[in-house]
């Protein structure tokens, strides 16, 4: 299973990452690149940000008189996406929910 896919047409040409389904590299036909290039500066690009965006105080919620932890801007950006399917122009990825994912959302 690759770690990054990409599809494209005569405009533009997407790259996305398996992990965090995250958006890595936008070019258009002259090669420009529209996306940040990770660096040690901040070494990610566009995550995916669920199931919140930001921090919660003390990074936990309550919720049934119970407290869980959920770390900055959730788990979604740290796990791997699937590739549910994809054509030359288009891609779908889906996050399957896991014994980690119940758990962090306490559902």
């Given amino acids: 299973m690759p770690d990054t896919y ?3 047409n ?13 958006l890595c590299s936008v070019k258009n036909n002259t090669y420009t690149e529209f996306i940040w290039q990770a660096s040690s500066i901040w070494n990610r690009h566009a995550p995916n940000l669920f199931p919140i965006v930001g921090s919660l105080l003390d990074h936990e919620y309550r919720y049934n008189d119970k407290n869980i932890a959920l770390t900055h801007h959730g788990f979604a950006r740290d ?3 699937d590739m549910l399917h994809q054509s030359e122009h288009s891609i779908c990825f889906i996050l399957q929910n896991d014994e980690f994912t119940w758990r962090s959302l306490s559902i």
Avoid at 10 to 22: H, S, T
Wanted: aromatic residues 10%.
């Fill in 6 to 8: 990409t599809i494209h």
């Fill in 10 to 22: 005569d405009f533009i040409q997407v790259c996305i990452k398996r992990k965090g389904a995250e």
């Fill in 79 to 81: 796990m791997d996406f």
